[in-house]
């Protein structure tokens, strides 16, 4: 069975991302590339990486009016991401069109609440509430907007995949037990998210800024 992880490709640089992604291609089970590598190397770099034949996670957090993240999904069509992120805050209409209008082999996820943000910063920008709420009520829209998913947080995994048994839950903001959380706020072990329900984990940082990424890889493989 291949790996649950996916590994987080978070630079502008090609030549960097694909001589990384060769070094760990056979302990990850999949390839995120997010706005960072999108932004410098659109369609080409996509269509690089893929060369690979690891799956492709396009993470562009698509949020906007409806219409437009329809038109910005058909424009990725030709991608065929396995996996393709909108925010589910852009809400219910805005998730139906992205997933009528992607192709069926893509699974759409909606981003909840970012691995980044804790309580204080939903207070911040007029999120009542705890983001466990706010994840289990995003995850509820998604679900009715009849997308396949959502991110989230290992905090909140678990009580998404009871409310969601057969959704497809992608949980980042993962370290090691060792690890250092640098930026995320709502952190758990690789190990830890798998058991309450994760579909897949988004690892990035842990591995890429590893001295050894192949042996990082392999070390949060064998705690699975
Ligand atoms: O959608 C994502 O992948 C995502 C959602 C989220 O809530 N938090 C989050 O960290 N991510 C992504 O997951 C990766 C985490 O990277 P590391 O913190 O370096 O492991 C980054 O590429 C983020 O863009």
Redo the contacts with the bound molecule.
């Keep these: 069975m291949s790996s649950p992880v996916y590994l987080?490709i978070?630079t502008p640089h090609l030549d960097a991302a694909l001589t990384l992604a060769q070094r760990v291609r056979h302990h990850v089970g999949g390839l995120?590339l997010?706005?960072e590598f999108f932004c410098a190397n659109g369609h080409h770099g996509v269509h690089e990486m893929a060369k690979l034949g690891l799956p492709i996670?396009l993470?562009l957090?698509l949020h906007d009016i409806p219409n437009t993240v329809a038109k910005a999904i058909q424009a990725l069509r030709p991608l065929e991401p396995a996996i393709l992120?909108v925010h589910a805050a852009g809400g219910r209409a805005m998730m139906e069109e992205a997933k009528a209008v992607a192709g069926s082999a893509t699974k759409v996820i909606g981003?909840?609440?970012?691995?980044?943000l804790d309580a204080p910063d939903l207070d911040d920008i007029g999120v009542g509430g705890t983001p466990h709420d706010q994840v289990v009520r995003l995850a509820a829209l998604a679900r009715e907007s009849g997308l396949d998913g959502i991110?989230?947080?290992g905090q909140e995994v678990k009580a998404a995949r009871k409310a969601w048994p057969g959704g497809f839950f992608?949980v980042?903001?993962?370290?090691p037990a060792d690890g250092r959380a640098?930026?995320?706020k709502r952190i758990v072990t690789p190990a830890q998210a798998m058991a309450d329900g994760a579909s897949i984990l988004?690892?990035?940082?842990?591995i890429?800024?590893s001295q050894d990424p192949d042996l990082a890889a392999r070390a949060i493989e064998a705690t699975l």
Excluded at 111 to 116: N, R, Y
Excluded at 172 to 175: E, L, M, T
Excluded at 202 to 206: D, E, L, M, N, T
Aim: proline fraction near 6%; include cysteine.
């Design positions: 987080a978070d995120k997010g706005l996670f993470d957090k992120t981003v909840t609440v970012l691995t980044s991110v989230c947080s992608v980042p903001g993962v370290r640098g930026d995320q988004v690892v990035g940082r842990p890429s800024q």
